[in-house]
């Protein structure tokens, strides 16, 4: 039987192919960046015809590094982006506009309209456990019929596919024009704000409230089952697992049990937590999602804190500002001062998301004297993920009622040892890195190796994570506290930057 593994792992930034072995080992790790389109303040955009390519050359190129033909694959995993947003034509297969990214911020406008509404930014948590916010791909795909002439038209005659990267790889993987499946799983369809928590299925109410026709949406699926047939170099691979990237990576990092959870520091920074087969409604600005579904078995939930700015505000320094020329040399600069220097950054650049939904919020600087200088603005650049991080975790913990023992970590921002510490201090719980930092592309790996047979259970997968580094806390409790009453000074200052002006 083939045992080798492809994992597509399309993220914002870049598209990576890394092929796993029946003991997780990696045999090639192949990474092509992207394209950052932004046509306007605020509005974020990617070319899908780009990402296709990408994924295609990545998948190749990975192959033709680990030595394996592509008929030596047992199965392709895919995780993606969530919530970006791609509309095109079925006949040609040609998207009508650049895919809006989930940093896009051009539905504000939209999402006061409906919020406005009797049940206010709530009215949709209760089936889809989502606030109404400029996140969520449905309130995209409404944007682009109200400001697109024309495009509502198409999806009437039948001609418009919508989904996120997922559905547009997968149609396109398994044949495009030529009879591509049109498919998605209960991950990504949870983070459009149309599907029903408990139904698995898109909602016709909330269809019906913002005039999206169902026949343009993809089939739902388990994150875990068959998504058809990838075609590649005269051979056919099944694709068996779709995943969004946050719950990739909640699978790979093995959250298998209630209570357990992990942090990926990326772009953005996502920490979900495993409430089981129990929808937990949120009181304390968290989300309510699928975590991941295994075919043939319930759903297992999760709650979520979504920060948007995490990594990017690293890139923001360095390209932006030029403090920098390379995001690595950024724990260098932190570690040249001995603390912050009183300076908070809080990185409101499209709005707060969790756990305060904020979309009218602008980053602000906070604390800056004589005294401050390019170290403490670059450790501050740091703490502000930790300090965000932080209110996540501690919302979490209200919300599912199980304090958090430690909090398993992944994604590119792990090797900044500076910032893991300070997550540990501030957390004052342990924080651990895995062996395999790529746990989102494991994850892909894990549920598409399920899928063919490479290995048998969720609990057999536990065996392959591996702790690389631990972080244990060290602050004082008074210095711990002070800091974060802090931050939480200057978060309140950037929902107030309107009025000061």
């Keep these: 039987m083939n045992q080798a593994i492809a994992a597509i792992d399309q993220g914002t930034t870049s598209t990576r192919c890394i092929i796993f072995n029946r003991d997780a080992e990696i045999l090639a790790n192949v990474q092509l960046p992207h394209e950052q389109i932004f046509p306007r303040p605020g509005w974020v955009e990617h070319d899908p015809i780009e ?7 990545t998948l190749e190129s990975a192959l033709a590094e680990s030595g394996l033909g592509a008929a030596a694959l047992a199965a392709i995993g895919i995780t993606n982006q969530r919530e970006t947003t791609v509309v095109w034509n079925r006949e040609t297969g040609k998207p009508y506009l650049n895919a809006i990214v989930w940093q896009d911020t051009r539905t504000d406008k939209l999402c006061d309209t409906l919020s406005r509404r009797i049940g206010g930014q709530d009215r949709f948590r209760r089936k889809t456990g989502l606030p109404i916010s400029i996140y969520f791909s449905g309130i995209k795909l409404r944007w682009l019929f109200d400001e697109t002439e024309g495009l509502i038209d198409e999806a009437r005659a039948g001609r418009l ?12 993987l398994t044949g495009g024009v030529n009879g591509g499946r049109h498919l998605t799983d209960v991950t990504n369809a949870s983070r459009t704000m149309l599907m029903n928590l408990e139904t698995l299925d898109w909602d016709g109410e909330i269809l019906a409230e913002l005039d999206i026709p169902r026949s343009i949406l993809p089939e739902i699926r388990p994150s875990v089952g068959s998504f058809g047939t990838a075609r590649l170099n005269g051979s ?9 990237d946050q719950h990739a990576a909640l699978f790979g990092q093995t959250c298998f049990q209630p209570g357990e959870g992990k942090n990926t520091y990326g772009t953005g920074c996502f920490m979900l ?16 999602t699928v975590g991941y579904q295994l075919e043939n078995q319930a759903p297992t939930y999760a709650l979520e804190g979504s920060i948007a700015i ?3 505000l690293v890139q923001w320094l360095r390209d932006n500002l030029g403090m920098i020329r390379e995001s690595d040399e950024i724990e260098a600069l932190a570690r040249s001062v001995a603390d912050n220097g009183d300076v908070y950054i809080v990185p409101a650049f499209s709005g707060l998301f969790a756990p305060y939904w904020r979309s009218d919020a602008r980053g602000i600087f906070a604390g800056l004297t004589r005294f401050t200088n390019r170290g403490h603005i670059a450790r501050a650049v740091l703490e502000a993920t930790a300090f965000q991080t932080m209110e996540v975790a501690d919302a979490m913990t209200k919300d599912s009622g199980v ?9 590119g921002m792990t090797v900044n040892e500076l910032l893991m510490q300070f997550q540990a201090d501030i957390l004052d719980v342990p924080v651990v890195r895995p062996k395999i930092r790529e746990t989102t592309a494991l994850g892909a790996a894990f549920g598409a190796g399920l899928s063919a047979g490479v290995w048998k259970s969720e609990r057999e997968l536990t065996q392959y994570h591996e702790i690389e580094r631990s972080w244990k806390p060290g602050l004082p409790t008074a210095r711990r506290v002070d800091l974060c009453a802090k931050w939480r000074k200057a978060v309140a200052r950037s929902f107030g930057w309107i009025d000061e002006f």
Excluded at 51 to 57: Q, S
Excluded at 162 to 170: A, K, R, S
Excluded at 403 to 411: E, H, N, Q, S
Aim: without cysteine; aromatic residues 8%.
């Design 51 to 57: 990402i296709l390519a990408n994924t295609r050359k």
């Design 161 to 172: 596919l919508f989904g996120t990267i997922d559905t547009w790889l997968v149609w396109n």
């Design 236 to 244: 056919e691979i099944p694709i068996g697992a779709v995943f969004g």
């Design 273 to 288: 937590m495993n409430t089981g087969t129990a929808i937990k409604p949120s009181t304390h600005g968290l989300l309510t």
């Design 310 to 312: 995490a990594g990017a």
């Design 403 to 411: 304090p958090l023992k430690a909090l398993k970590v992944d994604g």
